[in-house]
T-cell receptor
């Protein structure tokens, strides 16, 4: 079946603009994750959903970042009043069950550039 | 403290030679360990994982990794590298608990020359 998809693939925003990044997980996957990957670094955890419940948002860097998954499928990561330090690749991943041994399958990412 | 360390930023090997990408971890207990590969402008692709059992794990594209508890290592290996293996490799760890997130190393760039 289809993998994880993300849109847009590239986003350029002026500082202060709001952006919304979309993730379509693999169909039927219970768990969904958002990660932030800065240039030259490994991905850093942002937030985790199990179905529609946001169980962990400890990695969100500020209250400008907000994520939702209202129907337990598609998720949106919203960044308000973007800053230059928000420039990064935002990766979405999904996994089947939600157990710690589950494999996370990643989408291609959205590259956000804030000018 | 960093949970995962990849001590080499870059690894260069000739095609046909063995490839090793090093990873050490520093979490308590017995973690779950993963390797992912990232090609330019693409997301992370899963290679293999260690959950329990045999310390030698075989994965995709001929890769394997050996879990060594005493050395807290999980090095990725391939007996004969291909030019197409040139990519960015990430080691990741997940605690054996309700800690669902992956903690990644900084990555190792592998270049295989023809």
């Amino acid at each position: 079946g289809a993998g994880v998809s993300q849109s847009p693939r590239y986003k350029v925003a002026k500082r202060g603009q709001d952006v919304a990044l979309r993730c379509d997980p693999i169909s039927g996957h219970v768990s969904l994750f958002w990660y932030q990957q800065a240039l030259g670094q490994g991905p850093e955890f942002l937030t985790y959903f199990q179905n529609e419940a946001q169980l962990d948002k400890s990695g969100l860097p500020s209250d400008r970042f907000f994520a939702e998954r209202p129907e337990g499928s598609v998720s949106t990561l919203k960044i308000q009043r973007t800053q230059q330090e928000d420039s990064a690749v935002y990766l979405c991943a999904s996994s089947p069950i939600g157990g710690a041994e589950d494999t996370q399958y990643f989408g291609p990412g959205t590259r956000l550039t804030v000018l | 403290a960093q949970s995962v360390a990849q001590p080499e930023d870059q690894v260069n090997v000739a095609e046909g030679n063995p490839l090793t990408v090093k990873c050490t971890y520093s979490v308590s207990g017995n973690p779950y360990l993963f390797w992912y590969v990232q090609y330019p402008n693409r997301g992370l692709q899963f290679l293999l994982k260690y959950i329990t059992g045999d310390n030698l794990v075989k994965g995709s594209y001929g890769f394997e990794a050996e879990f060594n508890k005493s050395q807290t290592s999980f090095h990725l290996k391939k007996p004969s590298a291909l030019v197409s293996d040139s990519a960015l490799y990430f080691c990741a760890v997940r605690r054996r608990s309700n800690d669902y997130k992956l903690s990644f190393g900084a990555g190792t760039t592998v270049t295989v020359r023809a």
